[in-house]
Structures are given as structure tokens and as C-alpha cells.
């Protein structure tokens, strides 16, 4: 992520594309393993285990993650498309900085429902 914060700072040009693509591959790559490596045992299994009434929450994060990665698909596509990058390079900027933070605050309501389950489960703010 550090690496694409620092390409969005660079000049619009065909090398900050070039490097854009290659930043973008890269997540589009290592993004579904991290997904999987979630999903295996089912996705947020042990807050379900023990908040099985919470599963409409877990469900939301779920659909929010599968959205993330459509959209960074989309992104990439868009950072490849055919017009000079000069030309669309605001309107990337803007959306790569939008999936960004929309990543960081998933990841940040995911960290938050399994931090609460713990909290829960052993007492703490009781």
C-alpha cells in the first residue's frame, strides 16, 4: 500500500503507469490469497462460533471484501486503459485513494468485531 500511496505522488506519466500496473498486479495477486487464507475454516469462523447471531455482520464484511477486490480489478483495468494517462490520472488518483481507505477501514471493522468477540468472551468491559 506504501508503494502505491508513493506512485499516486509521482508525475502523470507512462512510467507512473507502467508502475501503477505492476502495483496493482501485485495486489490483484497476493489480495485473493489473503482472502482465502480467511475464508479457510469459513470466514471469521470464531466470532460466528461464538456470536452466531452476528452472522449478518460477518456476512456484510464478507460481500465488502469480494467488493474490494472487483473494484481494484476495475481500477487496474482502468489504469491500462488505451488514453493518454495524463488525461485520466486525476480521476485514478481519486479512486485508488477511495479503495484504499475503503480497504484500511475494512480491514479496521474486521479487527474490530474479532477485538469485541475477545473482549466479550474473556470479560473485559464487564
Known amino acids: 500500500m506504501g508503494d502505491l500511496r508513493d506512485l499516486l505522488e509521482e508525475p502523470a506519466d507512462d512510467m507512473t503507469r507502467k508502475w501503477l500496473r505492476a502495483v496493482l498486479d501485485a495486489l490483484l495477486e497476493t489480495l485473493p490469497r ?3 487464507l480467511q475464508d479457510a475454516g469459513g470466514y471469521l ?19 465488502e471484501q469480494q467488493a474490494l477486490y472487483a473494484k481494484l480489478r476495475r481500477l487496474r483495468e482502468q489504469v491500462a486503459c488505451e488514453v493518454p494517462f495524463a488525461e485520466v490520472a486525476d480521476q485514478v488518483r481519486r479512486d485508488l485513494r477511495d479503495w484504499m481507505a475503503s480497504l484500511t477501514a475494512h480491514h479496521r471493522h474486521e479487527r474490530r468485531i474479532i477485538q469485541t468477540t475477545f473482549n466479550l468472551e474473556v470479560g473485559v468491559g464487564d
Open 34 to 36: 489473503e482472502f482465502e
Open 45 to 63: 469462523s470464531e466470532v460466528l462460533e461464538q456470536y452466531p447471531n452476528w452472522y449478518n455482520q460477518v456476512d456484510l464484511l464478507h460481500q
